[in-house]
């Protein structure tokens, strides 16, 4: 939770700074957002093609170079009802 409160205060700064510079966003919020999204996935685009050019099947592709992890980070939950991992021995 500590990385979403930190990535809005960063937001908020920028935009504390172009309100006083009186300077407008670059891009509209949600062009701003769907250009993230495009660039993280294209990020992925490069890993999975190796791995589809080495053979491996889509599935198999996608679950090596874990793009899930990777596209959506670790999702905010309540960790009062999230399972606790098991400790080594």
Request: positive net charge; proline residues 8%; glycine residues 12%.
């Amino acid at each position: 939770m500590k990385i979403y409160l930190a990535s809005l205060g960063a937001g908020l700064l920028v935009g504390i700074v172009y309100g006083v510079i009186q300077v407008r966003s670059p891009a509209p919020p949600v062009v701003a957002l769907i250009g993230l999204l495009g660039i993280l996935a294209g990020e992925q685009i490069v890993p999975v093609a190796r791995r589809l050019i080495e053979g491996c099947g889509m599935r198999d592709a996608v679950t090596q170079v874990d793009c899930r992890a990777h596209l959506l980070g670790e999702l905010p939950s309540n960790a009062a009802t999230r399972p606790r991992a098991a400790m080594p021995d």
